[in-house]
């Protein structure tokens, strides 16, 4: 659901919903497929002539480097951001795993990043940098920082990241005022 800028005094839905989404992931996918369907050759019709355990060494390499990057790829194919009224939960890729969900009561504050890229977090995929803070990260663009009152940060490349911080400062200005506090 996205807001529009003329909504912006509006109450927010229960539910606010974003993602974001990497379709160059998808050749690496393929790619890692591609190597797993060469060690599948090699195990079943091979002319290897350098002896077996060469051959048993090139089979699982293949495989085994094949099933590693077509799963590393399609876990971060895509990130879901989900909002409710308590808390935000991130997943990643098809079966959302990684996954993390970040109580409203744990969050300080969060920015808007108009611009965030792999290369400032070492790659894509679930980062951690010590002088940064942890992050999520599927595509170069847009994204939410979260500030934790723990001091760390969380960083979500999603669409929409500036209807999604809004969503969460009107969510935790709620909280602030509600009757738990």
Same mark, same amino acid.
Do not use: I
């Given at each position: 659901m996205r807001d529009h800028p003329q909504d912006v005094d509006a109450p927010h839905p229960d539910i606010w919903t974003g993602r974001a989404?990497?379709?160059?992931?998808?050749?690496?996918?393929?790619?890692?497929?591609?190597?797993?369907a060469l060690g599948i050759e090699l195990a079943v019709d091979s002319a290897w002539t350098s002896g077996t355990a060469a051959l048993a060494m090139a089979v699982v390499g293949c495989i085994?480097?094949?099933?590693?990057?077509?799963?590393?790829?399609?876990?971060?194919?895509?990130?879901?951001?989900?909002?409710?009224?308590?808390?935000?939960e991130v997943r990643c890729g098809h079966i959302g795993v990684p996954r993390r969900r970040i109580l409203l009561a744990h969050v300080a504050d969060a920015d808007f990043?108009?611009?965030?890229?792999?290369?400032?977090?070492?790659?894509?995929?679930?980062?951690?940098?010590?002088? $940064? =803070?942890?992050? @999520? *990260?599927? +595509? $170069? =663009?847009?994204? @939410? *920082?979260? +500030?934790?009152?723990?001091?760390?940060?969380?960083t979500i490349t999603v669409d929409d990241a500036e209807a999604a911080v809004r969503v969460i400062r009107d969510r935790l200005r709620s909280n602030a005022h509600g009757p738990l506090h």
């Open positions: 989404t990497n379709r160059f992931q998808w050749l690496l996918a393929l790619g890692g497929a591609a190597c797993m085994a480097a094949g099933l590693l990057v077509l799963f590393g790829t399609l876990a971060f194919v895509h990130v879901d951001l989900k909002l409710d009224r308590e808390s935000l990043a108009p611009l965030v890229t792999p290369r400032q977090w070492g790659g894509w995929g679930y980062r951690w940098r010590p002088e $940064r =803070g942890t992050a @999520v *990260v599927v +595509r $170069r =663009g847009e994204g @939410v *920082v979260l +500030r934790l009152w723990d001091g760390h940060t969380f």
